[in-house]
């Protein structure tokens, strides 16, 4: 597979904050990319600098092999942005907003047309039509984002947490539409606090903490050699851990204390749970690993201010 | 500078979100004039009668048409542009597009000297209906074209307001100290000649005042080469702010 996205020694300075510090990577034609980090890891500076809205402080980035720069145009035709706070043109109804983004790239108004009552049914918007943009629901203004992010038809869609604040069906169904693009091809990057949502679509992730990439991979592998299968969560008096973690050790591959719980991961939850029977224990869950316990070990599980 | 022909479809955006406001500005483009001329034109008239051989009107209708358009534009570019830039974020979104940050402002600009315009042309037009006639055709058409000129002028000062503006409240420094002075300094309700010299040099300063001397010798049809210097001032600050605001603007939303 071609590499479109390419990142080396990317740096972005405010002031004298470095808000990406120095990451490299590499994203693949036709991947979903994702981008995991708490806020104010560097995550939408980064996808700022790829779409060409923010300049590169030092470094090189380079997209579809062309260096990205706040004035390549031709970047920015290529590239549809689902954004994470919600642009809409409030003054316009929800076909004047697409009719008009389509201005903004060159589309013919035929085209246009034709386009835009594709792109409404796509995110199932068309009795929406003529609304204004007051009158719908989050739901309906970020589906329509997808929408207005598609109209140039892009190589590259950029989702920047785009699923922020929808309740269950509306973020379902965003995950689809992202999905059945990335079936046509699309090359898709996503910057997410979400797991399930990273778990969900990105082939591959980056894990980013203040402002550099901690850990690359696939979601699945980095569960299985970060955590392990499964998490054993025992909520005990702290006096206590040195005693249980004795008793636990032949059973755990590494063990957290946060708060009021002991985080216990392993490879065999079984046996760790029969143990825990035999220590008559009762306020413990056994669950799967998934990728938020990676995020959390690798970011630290205290508050991110 | 990074412009290109995309400004016009910024121009075309403000077209159709204007739609939703279209009847509310007309009338406040006619009330407005109307206050003015029926208050001071008749009202104040009938007590100052004569002005170089003319009823008052015909001194005051030039210079408030100027300070119509300079009211629009200015208005138009801090508070409207500030509402989509912040409230609205559109301009987040447009700069991702092959829409340049410069195309986006100078594209509000353009609207900003196009409202000026309709309003300008609506108290002309109110003027001319009250009996206060341009000396000829040609005084129309020349008059339209310094009221873009004007319009591109405050438009533009404006938007450098704008693009270090931290809110609303900021913008009443430069309505209060900047565009409501100049209503009085430059002789749009009455000649300059009675001030002392120190406030006549002031007024020089002030933007308004050529743009006044110009309307009034255009409407009138009589000119003088005094005008060419209130051109070339006008012009010059129109170039210098346009350049200005669009790189504070631009480094205001490229980050």
Redesign the interface.
Known sequence: MNTLVSARDLRKNYGSLAAVDGISFEIREGECFGFLGPNGAGKTTTVKMIHCVSPVTSGALTVNGLPAHINNRALKKMTGIIPQEITLDVDLTVYENLIIFSKFFDIPRREAKKRIAELLKFVELEAKRNSKISELSTGMKRRLLVARALLNQPKLIVADEPTTGLDPQARHLIWQRLRQLKTEGVTLILTTQYMEEAQQLCDRIVVMHQGKILKEGVPSKLVAEQIGREVVEVRVPKEEDERIIGQLAEFSCGHERVGDTLYFYCRDGHGMMKKLVELDLHNYLTRPATLEDVFLKLTGRSLIE | M?LSY?IY?IF??NL??YK?FIVPTFLVSLVEPLFYLVTFGIGMGAYIGYFGGKPYLYFLVPGVLVSSVMMTSSFECLYGTFVKMIH???Y??????????EDAVAGDIAWGAFRGLISGTLMMIVAMVMGVLPASVLSVVLLLVLMVLIGLMFASLAMIVTSFSPSFDFFNYYTELFITPMLFFSGVFFPLDKFPPWMKTLSEFMPLTHAVKISRAVYSGVYNSGLLWSLLVIVALEVTAFTIGLKTMKKRL??
């Open positions: 990074n995309r479809y075309l955006r159709y979100s939703r609205e974020k559109l987040d979104s447009l700069i991702a597009t092959p829409v340049s940050a490229i980050k």
